[in-house]
């Protein structure tokens, strides 16, 4: 279950940035919805007039951010720790900013903009107890050699 769960949030990360790539080159404007269901005041003001201007770069910092993630992830020892810790904190912020899906009802806003990442949290929280003597690849192997 551990593997399996270390396996979906890696290739969460080692494939997600693709889609930053090509939306911070071609498609830019897909970002300016996601300022605007934080939490934080002032923060729709910040990403319109700080982030969006230069939002190519950050898109593709945001892609490096998760090769990097990814790959501390597929890796082991306290690197899967610091994988996990960097996900979660960056999980912990897109809670507070939202997806970006408008909704009235505040329990339907809940559940579109921040549940998601809630879960995804979840996820990853226990995997940071226990051992990960192994990369992903070598325990792999390891059960196809059993």
């Known amino acids: 279950m551990r593997t399996g769960l270390r396996v979906f949030v890696s290739l969460w990360y080692l494939l997600g940035w693709l889609s930053h790539v090509y939306l911070g080159l071609f498609g830019p404007e897909h970002y300016r919805r996601l300022g605007e269901t934080a939490l934080i005041p002032g923060y729709t ?3 319109n007039t700080i982030v969006m201007p230069h939002i190519t770069v950050f898109a593709l910092l945001l892609a490096g951010f998760e090769i990097l993630v990814g790959g501390l992830l597929v ?7 610091a994988g996990l810790i960097l996900s ?15 909704r ?5 806003s809940f559940l579109f ?9 979840f996820i990853q929280v ?6 990960d003597k192994l990369t992903i690849l070598e325990r792999i192997r390891n059960r196809k050699s059993l």
Do not use: A, C, E, T
């Open 45 to 47: 003001s910040f990403w």
């Open 75 to 81: 890796s082991k020892g306290n690197w899967v720790k």
């Open 88 to 102: 979660i904190m960056f999980n912990v912020f897109l809670v507070q900013m939202g997806l970006g899906i408008h």
């Open 104 to 108: 009235s009802d505040p329990l339907v």
């Open 113 to 121: 903009n921040r549940l998601p990442n809630l879960i995804f949290i």
């Open 126 to 131: 226990p995997l940071l107890w226990g051992g």
